[in-house]
């Protein structure tokens, strides 16, 4: 399905999700680039948040620029198969090879804002991120492996215990929000 298409049929779960489904769509409307990072201001981003069989942790990395654990997640870079860039991220950062979609809908629906950083040596501008995440399910006994130009650290941490380890506040937001709806589809299977 063409990612636009994706993000449209996406059921927003509350307000902020529907009001970021809202500007996305604009936003495409607006930007031919925005699948791309040739669009400065916004653009498409894919995060993948995997769970263990049991759906009691949560694989995170040890992000470098933001010094805080988070979810797996990349630029879509012109790639239309936003599932496929989440298990591509997570195999990159993280070295696990074997990944299920625990749906392969979209998860959750998010515009992130990003602080202005150094990567690569260069200077990145302030900007919005709009995240399509995906549920996923990986084995947590497969090896871990750091993508030291990425992230420092990768390991499974229970759900209940993710606001320890981020410090991002925004972030916080929408890993309780995820959490949220695993339990809530968990009731309803």
């Known amino acids: 399905m063409h990612w636009l298409e994706s993000i449209k049929k996406y059921m927003p779960y509350n307000e902020q999700e529907k009001k970021d489904q809202e500007l996305t769509i604009k936003y495409s409307e607006m930007f031919a680039d925005i699948l791309t990072r040739d669009n400065e201001l916004v653009h498409i981003t894919s995060s993948a948040f995997v769970v263990n069989k049991s759906r009691d942790k949560v694989l995170m990395v040890h992000h470098n620029i933001y010094n805080s654990w988070s979810w797996t997640g990349g630029h879509a ?35 992130i804002p990003v602080l202005g950083h ?72």
């Open 118 to 189: 150094i990567k690569k040596g260069k200077y990145v501008s302030p900007h919005l991120h709009i995240s399509a995440a995906y549920l996923l399910e990986a084995d947590e006994h497969e090896p871990l492996v750091v993508k030291p130009d990425e992230n420092s650290d990768v390991k499974w941490i229970p759900l209940e215990e993710i606001n320890t380890y981020s410090n991002e506040p925004h972030m916080k937001k929408i890993y309780r929000k995820i959490c949220q709806k695993i339990k809530d589809h968990q009731c309803n299977d």
């Open 77 to 111: 870079d012109g790639e239309e198969d936003l599932l496929l860039v989440a298990i591509r991220e997570v195999r990159e950062e993280t070295g696990v090879k074997n990944i299920l979609p625990v749906t392969e809908d979209i998860f959750s629906l998010d515009i």
